[in-house]
């Protein structure tokens, strides 16, 4: 064997114990050595009898604390927590039932903005306005209601006969039948004016500057 192969054996041989130092050392930082707890060999741990515990002996011990068929030196076996085991686990709140329908709530009542100061302004003039036109609208009222009118004429116009310089109109209420002269006076109201082939004029007393008004020949 040369000197080159010696050299490269010597390195691989070194290689590979460090190797096997790094995993030793680097498993637990790696995680990989079991759970939170540091494993214990169970070849270490002091036996603990049935009575101490309140239950079952060690794995790897009988109850008289010596090692246990099958047991081996390196066997590993994890701490047990209490405190786990005396967790009581969080109660779930029950939440919205899906298949359940619910009305939304109604939406906020619509509040208009308040009106601006030029809004202001303009509703009041209308308000105004509103109010003069009602006030004299009232006063024309009044006015027309204060003139004194001439009463309604109602009866009906029948005709007229006579010789023509000298004409007599009839009218009838519906109950008796009057004759008048042109000129004539009915009631101290109205005037007989005018008398026509086939109508009569009628003016009415204390009211020289009412027009007439004109009654055509009742048609049976």
């Not at 691989?12 to 680097?26: D, F, K, P, R, S």
């Not at 086939?198 to 500057?209: K, L, M, N, T, W």
């Amino acid at each position: 064997m040369n000197g080159g192969t010696r050299q490269r054996n010597l390195l691989i041989v070194l290689g590979v114990l460090l190797l096997i130092v790094a995993w030793m050392y680097l498993r637990p930082l790696l995680g990989m050595g079991g759970d939170d707890e540091e494993l214990i060999p169970a070849a270490q741990r002091p036996a603990v009898s049935i009575d101490d515990e309140g239950g079952s002996p060690l794995p790897g011990r009988s109850a008289a604390g010596e090692p246990a068929r099958g047991a081996h030196p390196g066997d590993r076996v994890s701490a047990l927590r209490m405190a786990d085991l005396e967790r009581v686990p969080p109660v779930l709140k029950a939440g919205r039932d899906p298949w359940r329908y619910v009305d939304p709530p109604p939406p906020p009542p619509f509040v208009p903005p308040p009106p601006s100061a030029e809004e202001l302004r303009r509703m009041e003039e209308e308000r105004r306005r509103a109010e003069e036109a009602a006030r004299l609208a009232a006063a024309e009222a009044a006015r027309l209601a204060a003139i004194p009118r001439p009463p309604e004429f109602n009866m009906e116009y029948l005709g007229f006969f006579g010789p023509p310089e000298r004409k007599i109109a009839v009218f009838s209420n519906g109950k008796t039948t009057i004759n008048k002269l042109e000129g004539g006076v009915i009631d101290n109201k109205f005037i007989v004016a005018h008398i026509g082939y086939e109508s009569v004029d009628i003016r009415f007393v204390g009211f020289p500057g009412t027009p007439p008004k004109r009654l055509g020949v009742r048609r049976k």
